[in-house]
């Protein structure tokens, strides 16, 4: 039996989904702003109201741990500049991704762009995987629509990971408080 790229790609991203579907279906409002230590990258709401990410363009040493709420509007930034990409749409900047607030918005917004994604890739032949591809590396590092759907997949992964782990923590520290 014979799987095409997009079939496997496809099946990689629906696998990658159900798991963050188990972790979305189970979280709080009071989820998203939880700070797990005392170095973290969260959201922030800004006097007019929207949301703005922590962020540094030097990753910084060491690391800040993300939240919830900063992890689903990472996802939804670079989600939505990959989809421009693939779209051919000019990609946005990294503030124009407006982060919908804690709790369900943000995670009816990331449903959304699931769906906008699965319409995008539905709309690729074998032929578009080779195509070349400038994101999210360097336009000239010989890479393509297939290297840049499966950075999808494993950068979602890692996500969703990172989201559980937390959520598990915090589930656990309530526990037993």
């Not at 991704?97 to 690729?124: C, F, K, N, V, Y």
């Not at 070349?132 to 297939?146: I, K, N, Q």
């Not at 915090?170 to 037993?176: E, H, N, S």
Request: proline share 7%; charged share 25%; with cysteine.
């Amino acid at each position: 039996m014979s799987t095409s790229r997009s079939e496997l790609l496809r099946w990689q991203f629906d696998l990658v989904w159900s798991l963050f579907e188990y972790h979305l279906e189970r979280l709080h409002e009071e989820d998203f702003l939880w700070e797990p230590s005392a170095l973290c990258w969260t959201m922030r709401e800004d006097p007019a109201g929207g949301w703005v990410a922590d962020w540094a363009d030097t990753e910084p040493d060491p690391i800040p741990v993300p939240t919830i709420g900063w992890l689903t509007w990472h996802i939804g930034w670079w989600w939505s500049v990959a989809i421009d990409h693939l779209r051919q749409r000019a990609p946005r900047e990294r503030t124009d991704i407006a982060w919908p607030g804690p709790g369900d918005s943000t995670i009816e917004w990331l449903r959304h762009l699931r769906q906008e994604w699965l319409d995008t890739l539905s709309e690729l032949d074998d032929a578009d995987f080779d195509l070349p591809s400038g994101y999210p590396w360097p336009a000239d590092a010989g890479l393509t629509v297939a290297h840049l759907v499966g950075w999808v997949d494993a950068e979602l992964m890692k996500n969703v990971a990172e989201i559980g782990q937390l959520r598990l923590q915090r589930a656990a520290r309530d526990a037993v408080s």
